[in-house]
Nanobody, 124 residues
Framework: QVQLVESGGGLVQAGGSLRLSCAVSGGTLANYAVAWFRETPLKEREFVAAVAWSATSTPNDGSVRGRFTVSRDNGKNTAYLQMNSLKPEDTALYYC?????????????????WGQGTQVTVVS
């Protein structure tokens, strides 16, 4: 059973940075696409960024382009979301998700495994 555990969330001032981690167990990260999604009480879950299992594709949402970077370390079975120049509107619960041999889809329904989420709060 593949399990994902996010960490690295917290409270940060606008303009600051955070790095979220997604640790994978019960499977080999190298065989999975990993995506990051976020949601708030007022907005349904939305795609943030993803990396394909082959790492040849790393799409991201326009709202985070140039600020957020997704990466993976297959040796550590961990994926990351580096978030720079954070804005208050980035405040959300962030989830990582995995799809077997995925191509970094932006649709949540394509992902089979999900973490429990980590809260990111950006204050001005």
């Amino acid at each position: 059973q593949v399990q994902l555990v996010e960490s690295g969330g917290g409270l940060v001032q606008a303009g600051g940075s955070l790095r979220l981690s997604c640790a994978v167990s019960g499977g080999t990260l190298a065989n999975y696409a990993v995506a990051w999604f976020r949601e708030t009480p007022l907005k349904e879950r939305e795609f943030v960024a993803a990396v394909a299992w082959s790492a040849t594709s790393t799409p991201n949402d326009g709202s985070v382009r140039g600020r957020f970077t997704v990466s993976r370390d297959n040796g550590k079975n961990t994926a990351y979301l580096q978030m720079n120049s954070l804005k208050p509107e980035d405040t959300a619960l962030y989830y990582c998700a995995a799809e077997w041999l995925g191509a970094a889809a932006t649709q949540a329904y394509k992902y089979d495994y999900w973490g429990q989420g980590t809260q990111v709060t950006v204050v001005s």
